[in-house]
């Protein structure tokens, strides 16, 4: 079986990415699975190619840092033509109302209009499906944001072959029990999102330990005093309690009666949170002081996920009648 994910260099990494998608690959991966940085993915809306290429590399050091395998890390990029190849055979099996139906499309496009939006914008589900469907994965572990490009995937995969001929791994997606959606700090409302304008909300894996307790001090509470694991009156102490959950590997609800009142749960948060982000944000910045090994890892990535998706590049070339 293999698991395949990845992450998209659109910002830093933060808890949310670490605790629902990044974490659970470095304890759950096995030999063989592959996490990659979806550089390919951060050019659909508008973004700066030095600063892109700069957090492609952080992103690629956190993987490591987390405890993903050297061997089992590479960046999209190196990719780009049997990954665009691939793309282009699964864009004319899609349909245009599949790819605009995607919540994440209608999300990002709403404040440019779909009209200015970028077409790269409307068709990057169709890219993450060629990222999977190229490496023959059959788990995706995401967390709840990504279900549903998954699920085109899927549907993808199953036109395809039953189209062409049977030559792709139908894919599904894995979402985490715990922290599956951590929302943003400052307005639960919203899932904490690396393209966040204001940070207030939002912490990085690279936060130095007083911004984290800085930013969790001033975390929005519902201001009913009840503590009380209650998602939906009581979003943003229910986050809070997932954050707390995730970090000490208990469920929300029986973290919710250890603390008298939210100023220690706060402080709990906030120590917790700093003690597991630790040993990560450290192992980056080493791996990020030493260039050329990192850049040695991702060659040597590039090499064995290139190789590794390459017939099956070549068999939907030749059964949908081209290459
Ligand atoms: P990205 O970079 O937005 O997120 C990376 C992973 O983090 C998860 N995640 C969260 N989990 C919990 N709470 C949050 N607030 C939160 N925000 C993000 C995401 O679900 C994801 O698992 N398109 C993808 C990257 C990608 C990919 C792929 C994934 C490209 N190709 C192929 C799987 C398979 C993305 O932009 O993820």
Same mark, same amino acid.
């Not at 951590?182 to 393209?195: C, E, F, G, I, Y």
């Not at 017939?311 to 009648?321: N, T």
């Given at each position: 079986m293999t698991r395949l994910s990845g992450i998209t260099p659109s910002g830093h990494a933060h808890v949310g990415n670490y605790l629902g998608a990044i974490r659970r690959w470095a304890r759950e991966g096995a030999q063989g699975d592959l996490y990659f940085v979806s550089d390919l993915h951060a050019m659909t809306t508008a973004y700066?190619?030095?600063r892109l290429r700069a957090r492609a590399r952080e992103l690629l050091a956190t993987l490591i840092a987390s405890g993903i395998e050297p061997n089992q890390v590479f960046v999209q990029s190196d990719l780009i033509r049997e990954i665009g190849a691939l793309t282009w055979? /699964?864009?004319?099996?899609?349909?245009?109302?599949?790819?605009a139906r995607m919540t994440q499309f209608k999300e990002k496009s709403g404040t440019d209009g779909k009209i200015a939006a970028r077409v790269g914008l409307l068709t990057y589900p169709v890219l993450m499906a060629a990222d999977i469907l190229l490496q023959g994965a059959d788990e995706v572990p995401v967390g709840d944001d990504q279900e549903q490009h998954v699920e085109l995937a899927r549907a993808l995969a199953r036109r395809f072959n039953s189209t062409h001929g049977e030559v792709f791994t139908v894919p599904r997606a894995v979402t985490p029990r715990?922290?599956?959606?951590?929302?943003? /700090?400052?307005?639960p409302t919203r899932k904490m999102d690396k393209s966040a304008t204001d940070a207030a909300g939002v912490i990085f894996v690279l936060d130095e330990p007083d911004m984290v307790r800085r930013k969790i001090k001033r975390a929005v509470t519902d201001g009913l005093e009840r503590l009380e694991y209650r998602p939906d009156d009581q979003p943003g102490l229910a986050n809070l309690l997932e954050i707390l959950a995730a970090c000490l590997g208990k469920s929300p609800r029986e973290v919710a009666d250890g603390y008298p009142s939210y100023d220690s749960l706060k402080d709990a948060v906030a120590e917790a949170l700093i003690e597991e982000l630790r040993p990560i944000r450290t192992g980056t910045l080493s791996l990020l002081a030493d260039i050329d090994h990192l850049d040695k890892i991702r060659a040597e990535g590039a090499i064995r996920a290139r190789e590794r998706g390459q017939h099956r590049l070549e068999s939907a070339l030749r059964l949908a009648g081209v290459g």
């Amino acid at each position: 079986m293999t698991r395949l994910s990845g992450i998209t260099p659109s910002g830093h990494a933060h808890v949310g990415n670490y605790l629902g998608a990044i974490r659970r690959w470095a304890r759950e991966g096995a030999q063989g699975d592959l996490y990659f940085v979806s550089d390919l993915h951060a050019m659909t809306t508008a973004y700066h190619p030095q600063r892109l290429r700069a957090r492609a590399r952080e992103l690629l050091a956190t993987l490591i840092a987390s405890g993903i395998e050297p061997n089992q890390v590479f960046v999209q990029s190196d990719l780009i033509r049997e990954i665009g190849a691939l793309t282009w055979l /699964l864009e004319c099996t899609c349909a245009y109302g599949e790819a605009a139906r995607m919540t994440q499309f209608k999300e990002k496009s709403g404040t440019d209009g779909k009209i200015a939006a970028r077409v790269g914008l409307l068709t990057y589900p169709v890219l993450m499906a060629a990222d999977i469907l190229l490496q023959g994965a059959d788990e995706v572990p995401v967390g709840d944001d990504q279900e549903q490009h998954v699920e085109l995937a899927r549907a993808l995969a199953r036109r395809f072959n039953s189209t062409h001929g049977e030559v792709f791994t139908v894919p599904r997606a894995v979402t985490p029990r715990a922290a599956a959606r951590v929302r943003d /700090l400052a307005d639960p409302t919203r899932k904490m999102d690396k393209s966040a304008t204001d940070a207030a909300g939002v912490i990085f894996v690279l936060d130095e330990p007083d911004m984290v307790r800085r930013k969790i001090k001033r975390a929005v509470t519902d201001g009913l005093e009840r503590l009380e694991y209650r998602p939906d009156d009581q979003p943003g102490l229910a986050n809070l309690l997932e954050i707390l959950a995730a970090c000490l590997g208990k469920s929300p609800r029986e973290v919710a009666d250890g603390y008298p009142s939210y100023d220690s749960l706060k402080d709990a948060v906030a120590e917790a949170l700093i003690e597991e982000l630790r040993p990560i944000r450290t192992g980056t910045l080493s791996l990020l002081a030493d260039i050329d090994h990192l850049d040695k890892i991702r060659a040597e990535g590039a090499i064995r996920a290139r190789e590794r998706g390459q017939h099956r590049l070549e068999s939907a070339l030749r059964l949908a009648g081209v290459g």
